[in-house]
Antibody, heavy 121, light 109 residues
Framework: EVQLVESGGGLVQPGRSLRLSCAAS????????MHWVRQAPGKGLEWVSG????????GYADSVKGRFTISRDNAKNSLYLQMNSLRAEDTALYYC??????????????WGKGTTVTVSS | EIVLTQSPGTLSLSPGERATLSCRAS???????LAWYQQKPGQAPRLLIY???SRATGIPDRFSGSGSGTDFTLTISRLEPEDFAVYYC??????????FGGGTKVEIK
């Protein structure tokens, strides 16, 4: 069974950092691009970042560029999101999602259940 | 960046009725690289349609997608009770970033 399990969320003060992780199983992880998508409370979906199969190509939303860094470890079947200089508007449920092929500019065909990030003093 | 505008914001229908959801792009979506997702309360999104009209694995044939260029439609031919949810479109034809529409909520009338 294809599965994505996010972890690392929590309550953090504005300006601080947090690192999210996503553990993947049930598919050949290094064949596919991966993404982070977030959803603020009561709001719609916002794509945050995507990474190609070999980390050779990466994309970011303008809202997080320069503050967030996506990475992956194919040996550990894991995806990460390093979030620095966090703001109140980064408060959201963060989903890890599997891309449909090896480059990140695609759709997402498997989603995790998400991990909640709350930025507040 | 391509902006996707979904309409209506809320659609109030009864089970058995036909639902027609619209997704309009601010510029042409290349190669019909448009997907649709369904999200129920407390759940992660689920892929329904990709490539504007291809159903994802396991999606019932009452769901269909159509359109090209800047205008796309998701149609649910006969609403089942489990279809009442929020639906999002997403374009993936325009690097360097992906975008979602704001969503359409299909609620029971």
């Amino acid at each position: 069974e294809v599965q994505l399990v996010e972890s690392g969320g929590g309550l953090v003060q504005p300006g601080r950092s947090l690192r999210l992780s996503c553990a993947a199983s049930g598919f050949t992880f290094d064949d596919y691009a991966m993404h982070w998508v977030r959803q603020a409370p009561g709001k719609g979906l916002e794509w945050v970042s995507g990474i190609s199969w070999n980390s050779g190509s990466i994309g970011y939303a303008d809202s997080v560029k320069g503050r967030f860094t996506i990475s992956r470890d194919n040996a550990k079947n894991s995806l990460y999101l390093q979030m620095n200089s966090l703001r109140a508007e980064d408060t959201a449920l963060y989903y890890c999602a599997k891309g449909d092929y090896d480059f990140w500019s695609g759709f997402m065909n498997v989603w995790g259940k998400g991990t909640t990030v709350t930025v507040s003093s | 960046e391509i902006v996707l505008t979904q309409s209506p914001g809320t659609l109030s229908l009864s089970p058995g009725e036909r639902a027609t959801l619209s997704c309009r792009a601010s510029q042409s979506v290349s190669s019909s690289y448009l997907a649709w997702y369904q999200q129920k309360p407390g759940q992660a999104p689920r892929l329904l349609i990709y490539g504007a009209s291809s159903r994802a694995t396991g999606i019932p044939d009452r769901f269909s997608g159509s359109g090209s260029g800047t205008d796309f439609t998701l149609t649910i031919s006969r609403l089942e009770p489990e279809d009442f949810a929020v639906y999002y479109c997403q374009q993936y034809g325009s690097s360097p970033r992906l975008t979602f529409g704001g969503g359409t909520k299909v609620e029971i009338k």
